[in-house]
């Protein structure tokens, strides 16, 4: 079992920056690869950028490729996502999630095991 907890949301204004963080307790943390996804109302949950188990290898949707690194600190027992240049469509909930780290970085939701609380992320104009 691992629990994720998401924090760092908020409000800002459209080309400002937030740092979201995901804090990992329970088993090894480096047992997992870790994602962020987002929910938009009305609308899928997304896959959003993925760090492999030692933070070696990253992946990103097209959408935030530049704006939004992906890290993690093993030793802290988090995994943390820069947002800038923040445009009012990147609002939505942004959920932290954990998946096996032999199943790589894939980023279908369904394959993900754990999953956090979610944390708001509103973007003004």
């Known amino acids: 079992q691992v629990q994720l907890v998401e924090s760092g949301g908020g409000w800002v204004q459209a080309g400002g920056s937030l740092r979201l963080s995901c804090a990992a307790s329970?088993?090894?943390?480096?047992?997992?690869?870790m994602g962020w996804f987002r929910q938009a109302p009305g609308q899928e949950r997304e896959f959003v950028a993925g760090v492999s188990w030692a933070g070696g290898r990253t992946s990103y949707t097209d959408s935030v490729k530049g704006r939004f690194p992906i890290s993690r600190d093993n030793a802290k027992k988090t995994v943390s996502l820069e947002m800038n240049s923040l445009k009012p469509e990147d609002t939505a909930v942004y959920y932290c999630?954990?998946?096996?780290?032999?199943?790589?970085?894939?980023?279908?939701?369904?394959?993900?095991?754990?999953w956090g609380q979610g944390t708001q992320v509103t973007v003004s104009s």
């Open positions: 329970g088993r090894t943390v480096s047992d997992y690869n």
């Open positions: 999630a954990a998946v096996g780290r032999t199943r790589g970085l894939i980023r279908a939701m369904r394959e993900y095991a754990y």
